[in-house]
């Protein structure tokens, strides 16, 4: 499987962007997908997950309100739409997939099987 980000770029505060990812592949739909993010010197975290059994999501709480997360089995996607986007959302966002992963592991980056190579947000302030 490989998974392929777009649309990151540059956005003032307060502004909006809209991630996606594509897969390769037949599977799609036995995957659940994550979005995770790495600033400068920090740990890679978890931002948002959704299931692949019912398309549960689960959010991190920095962006809970602000982040929608959807898939589109059909066409292999995953989207990320963001919202009244802060300085502290700034960093590279990577798309993840964990082949029938349980949504206990959603948040655990070590239990995805593949990884997108990162597209990158910036807020200015």
């Known amino acids: 499987v490989q998974l392929v980000e777009s649309g990151g770029g540059l956005v ?6 809209r991630l996606s990812c594509v897969a390769s592949g037949r599977t799609f739909s036995s995957y659940t997908m994550g979005w995770f993010r790495q600033a400068p010197g920090k740990e890679r975290e978890f931002v948002v997950g959704i ?3 019912d ?15 959807s898939r589109d089995n059909a066409k292999n996607t995953v989207d990320l739409q963001m919202k009244s986007l802060k300085p502290e959302d700034t ?14 592991r959603i948040a655990q980056p070590n239990y995805y099987d593949y990884w997108g190579q990162g597209t990158q947000v910036t807020v200015s302030s």
Not at 91 to 104: D, H, L, N
């Open 12 to 17: 003032q505060a307060g502004g909006s962007l």
């Open 91 to 104: 960093a590279v966002y990577y798309c993840a997939a964990g082949i029938t992963m349980p949504p206990y």
């Open 55 to 69: 398309s549960s999501t689960y959010y991190a709480d920095p962006v809970k309100g602000r982040f929608t997360i």
């Open 51 to 53: 299931s692949w059994s």
